[in-house]
């Protein structure tokens, strides 16, 4: 996986743009897509109002269109967008507390017991009080693996309406079938097989795609023009979830007989969630026996 980490751009109605520097403590909360469009003012990240108000008085800001970014599949050839959310570990705690009438203003160590009993007492409701809307974009089969979160709301990219930015996901190393377990892999191919594989897999998708441009050309329509794209074609949709499903997706898909393309994105959803609720992500993992190192 690889996070893009350099400064974040804001920008006030005169648009004029203004280059911030990253403190250290935000370098971790934080990506900027820059190499994807030379106008990178459409990709404004803005990590704490607080501090960023007291930087720039007076400097009427314009919506974001996405809090951070991860890379994933290669390098960069996937990548997932934190583009909303609403609430953090203190909300979860917060909402617990209602039932009391307690309230609490700082987290402090009885929220973190608070939490753990939680989580561990499968009390999910204040869990969902915290929400978070990505933007994903990766191949086909790993799409289709995701949308078996059916908590999850989805909407995605149709290939009925549209037959642009067409691409596909060729990956570099390729992992021999488990002799164990039907839906996983084991080891690696070794360089020559690995060539033959990757050439073979780009012979293929060039025919497919070769098709499905030689029938839009002969003014097939495009929802049964698209029968023909593979499964490694990339797609993109919205999704969004709350904490509670957020957790059960990163258990499932974190786990070691999951795939290793989704686990990729998994890794980044809990490096791009962890400003909101890192609390969380410590508190599962302490109880899963995982080491949590925050990014």
């Known amino acids: 996986m690889k996070f893009d980490i350099d400064r974040y751009i804001i920008k006030n109605h005169d648009t004029e743009d ?17 190499h994807e469009t030379k106008d990178i003012s459409q990709y404004q990240n803005i990590i704490d109002w607080i501090e960023l108000g007291k930087r720039i008085k007076n400097k009427p800001i314009e ?21 909303d959310t609403m609430g953090c570990s203190l909300d979860i705690v917060n909402a617990a507390r209602v039932s009391l009438n307690k309230f609490s203003e700082e987290w402090n160590a009885k ?18 009080m915290a929400e978070f809307k990505f933007e994903v974009y990766c191949p086909l089969f790993i799409a289709r693996q995701w949308f078996r979160h059916r908590t999850w709301s989805f909407n995605e990219r149709s290939r009925r309406y549209t037959s642009e930015d067409i691409k596909f996901y060729i990956p570099k190393i390729y992992r021999k079938q488990s002799s164990k377990n039907l839906q996983a892999s ?26 499905y441009n030689q029938l839009i050309s ?14 490694n074609m990339m797609t993109k949709f919205i999704a ?3 904490g509670n499903n957020l957790m059960k997706f990163v258990i499932l898909r974190q786990a070691e007989d999951a795939q290793a393309e989704i686990r990729q994105y998994a890794d980044a959803i809990v490096f791009l969630t962890q ?21």
Not at 112 to 128: Q, R, V
């Open 18 to 34: 203004f280059n911030i520097p990253l403190k250290d403590e935000y370098k971790h909360h934080l990506t900027v897509c820059a």
């Open 63 to 83: 919506p974001i269109y996405h809090i951070g970014c991860a890379h994933v599949l290669d390098g960069d050839f996937g990548h997932i967008r934190l583009i």
């Open 111 to 128: 929220d973190a017991k608070l939490l753990k009993f939680l989580i561990l007492n499968g009390h999910t409701s204040p869990l969902e």
């Open 186 to 211: 084991e080891g690696v191919w070794d360089a020559g097989s690995n060539h033959d594989i990757e050439h073979a897999i780009r012979a293929k998708t060039k025919d497919c795609f070769d098709t």
């Open 218 to 231: 002969m003014d097939v329509c495009r929802e049964q023009a698209r029968m023909i794209l593979p499964q």
């Open 240 to 242: 969004k979830v709350d």
């Open 275 to 295: 400003r909101y609720i890192k609390e969380v992500w410590e508190t599962l993992f302490k109880m899963l026996g995982i080491d949590f190192k925050p990014l």
